[in-house]
């Protein structure tokens, strides 16, 4: 048996080399879908609930920015000047 080049061993050898290459291909899928689901998760559980992921989060920078609190944006420039420049 040192001849194995017949029909059945070569139709087994690209039977294994079709499953090696589709076992992968799903594992690599399957692989960047639980990384992908796993981040956003992180990101939507980081900002729904900022305080359970180090206080920080989308929300942190607009504190204390309402009218009443920090006033209202005043023009430094003359309207000409704004587009001179």
Do not use: C
């Amino acid at each position: 048996m040192a001849n194995n080049s017949g029909a059945f061993v070569q139709g087994a050898e690209a039977y294994g080399r079709f499953l090696e290459v589709f076992i992968d291909g799903h594992w690599w899928v399957v692989g960047d879908a639980l990384e992908n689901i796993g981040k956003t998760t992180k990101r939507l559980g980081a900002n729904a609930y900022p305080h359970l992921y180090g206080g920080g989060g989308a929300s942190a920078g607009l504190r204390g920015s309402s009218p009443e609190k920090s006033g209202f944006a005043v023009p430094n420039k003359d309207i000409e000047r704004l587009f001179k420049d």
